[in-house]
């Protein structure tokens, strides 16, 4: 099957709250139903008064790549650590990797792309730190 053509214009775009975190609104690019549902993207904007609650999860897809438009996130990444997200970092999130939103500025903008469309997002406990047994 052939994808479809594509095109989502600025003007007129409608940000909805239904997606994956409350404290956000999401506006549909039109690539899901393009592609079939081989990949969603979508802009994500930080809803007013609303902040991150740190669940940690992670999600079941194959690519999750992020571009950060304006404002600022601070996230966590098992064996990474955190992470300031500013205007103009991208960031790939290795499939599965489990992670969390600390915060975010309230202007914060994004777009996400994810393959599939269709994935879970899974919570998680919170990581085991391993440390290195002390030296004698």
């Known amino acids: 099957m052939k994808n479809n053509f594509a095109v989502s ?3 007129g775009a409608k940000f909805a709250r239904r997606g ?3 404290y956000f609104t999401y506006r549909d ?3 899901k139903r393009a592609t079939r549902g081989k990949v969603v993207a979508h802009v994500i904007r930080a809803r007013r008064g609303k902040a991150p609650h740190g669940q940690w999860h992670r999600h079941d897809c194959k690519l999750q790549f992020v571009y950060v438009l304006k404002g600022s996130a601070v996230f ?3 064996g990474v650590g955190r992470v300031r ?3 103009g ?3 790939y ?3 599965g990797i489990r992670h969390r939103e600390i915060s975010h500025s309230p202007d914060l903008e994004l777009i996400e792309i ?3 469309a269709n994935f879970k997002t899974i919570s998680m406990e919170k990581p085991v730190t391993r440390r290195s047994p002390a030296r004698r």
């Open 29 to 31: 690019l039109g690539i």
């Open 114 to 116: 994810v393959a599939p």
């Open 93 to 95: 999130q290795p499939p």
């Open 89 to 91: 970092s991208c960031f």
């Open 76 to 78: 966590e990444y098992e």
């Open 85 to 87: 997200m500013r205007q």
């Open 9 to 11: 214009h600025k003007a």
């Open 20 to 22: 994956l975190r409350t």
